[in-house]
């Protein structure tokens, strides 16, 4: 099957829109939650075979993985032979997987499991086995014949990189997989190969599309490797998990039922990692609604592991069928305030300590999105237990790299509710910032001018002066006494641009930290801006 050029690959694309223009009845949700499970490669790279899964399997089957939700296993790169057969369809490797990847996907069916594969789109894998660029259509009739329901598809190796070609080549992937019966799952990788470029529009642009085509895309790097010292010396697995939250945090509007932000694995077994730190991965993975795919050596975790990992009140947050991404409150430079609605009306709070000694955190009422309340009942959700507090939550002696997490109920649900907290540019990462020298961007303190209330009527407040309204004047911004006209609304765009309804311009980050309104551009990183989550985003 020779490979289809850039060139047709690109008009494909093109008349795509014009085909899916027809009315057409709208399928099930296939991932109405992110997804939980298990994949190899962080563990064991290319060391796989067929005892490595079918010994996962059974381990999470017996101490209690699967029943608390952990069900797709999932091969990752280098299952395959280094060359495709005489038609051109992919060959597993006979010698990692002597039973064949037919009996291995029934066997995992057997024991209650959904089965996953991994492939690239582009000309190689990241492993040097073949990629199926020009081979979507018999590769995905492989895999769904071979009884696999989930399909990652990977970044490496592309004729040319550009983001036209990422999106025509994993839209392709969208139709062809779509129209398996039943339907694969589909992982993208795409926007990991744009996320840390000198210009972020390309990245912006991607998270725009993965989530028309897919269930979950991993944004960024990859989770560490067992191995990672010998790619990456000088960075812990500490590291890579605030890397990939700090990517993540920027990304919350994307998210929504069905389709999913992916921060990559848990790999929770890395030998460096402390257990407050395994502990604080799994809750604020959990805390975003983010797929839970274990990467480590399932039949080795320990009772304190699969403890934590098996917490039915933080699965239940990541599983909550709003799909909402916690967002930040604030961030100080010691603690991280994170909050979001809940399907049944709760509220989640989630406060890690970045610091580096143990100590308590209080955060009022008002910072959480609750200022007409008094008295609230919480949840700890690692313990289990609740108590009343009053006007604030206070998160007691939390370990270095800690967190804690709680659920907050008895007050009436989501209409209690103001979206409140940082308003940040995600490309500079500069807040907005109300202070005696007016409204401005300023790195994160944590302070009250920096946590601002995201009403529904379209007007934004701080904290510091909640009579005051975010409003537009010519092309200054300035907060002033709220006055219901229309230049003090503001609309919240999927592109991430927060557009005043007088002028129809774009909140900006000029230079020096000066707020201004221009006209908005394509994705400009001085206009992209994280709002808090519960904000009403509209698509365009």
Known sequence: MAVRSIKNLLAAAAVLPMVLAKPLAKPPMLQPTA?????????????????????????????????????????D?????????????MIWNPDLFPRGLPWLTKHLN???????????????????????????QIDAETFSSWGFDYLKVDGCNMPTGTEQEY???????????????????????????????????DWYSVMGW????????????????????????NITGWDSVMFNYGQE??????????????????????????????????????????????????????KDELKYLTNKDIIAVDQDR?????????????????????????????????????????VSFER???????????????????????????AKDIPSRGTAIYRLSGFGGSKAVIPTGKIFNTFSLNTLTLSNQGVRWENSTGETGQVWQTESDGTVRSLAAPSECLTEHGNKVVSEECSGKRNQHWDYYITGNLINKSSKSCLTEAEQGVVVVLKCLHLANSQVIALPSGVEVIET
């Open 35 to 75: 997804p939980m499970g298990y994949n190899n490669w962080a563990h064991t790279m290319c060391g796989l075979n067929e005892s490595l899964f079918v010994e996962t399997a059974e381990a999470m089957l017996k101490n209690g993985l699967l029943a608390a939700g952990y069900n797709y296993i999932n091969l």
């Open 77 to 89: 790169d280098c299952w395959s032979l280094m060359e495709r057969s005489s038609n051109g369809s």
């Open 110 to 136: 057997k024991l209650g499991f959904t089965a996953g594969i991994y492939t690239d789109a582009g000309l190689k894998s990241c492993g040097g086995y073949p990629g199926a660029f020009g081979y979507e």
């Open 167 to 201: 999106k025509a080549v994993y839209g392709h992937w969208h139709d062809v997989l779509s129209f398996q019966n039943p339907p694969l799952v589909f992982s993208e990788s795409a926007p990991a190969y744009f996320a840390e470029a000198a210009n972020l529009t």
């Open 210 to 233: 993965v989530r028309e085509y897919g269930q979950l895309a991993r944004h960024s790097r990859d989770s560490l490797v067992f191995n990672s010292t010998l790619y990456w010396p």
């Open 249 to 302: 945090v920027r990304l919350a509007r994307y998210q929504k039922p069905g389709y999913f932000n992916d921060p990559d694995f848990l790999n929770v077994d890395h030998f460096d990692y402390t257990l407050e730190e395994r502990r604080s991965h799994f809750a604020l993975w959990s805390s975003f609604s983010a797929p839970l795919i274990l990467s480590t050596s399932v039949p080795r975790l320990s």
């Open 322 to 362: 709003l799909g909402l991404q916690a967002t930040l409150v604030s961030q100080s430079g010691t603690w991280d305030v994170l909050t979001k609605n809940l399907a049944n009306g709760d509220r989640l709070l989630t406060i890690l300590n970045r610091g580096n000694v143990t100590a308590s955190h209080s």
């Open 368 to 394: 959480i999105g609750l200022p007409k309340l008094a008295t609230v009942q919480v949840k700890d959700l690692w313990t289990g237990k609740s108590k009343k507090a009053e006007r604030e939550v206070t």
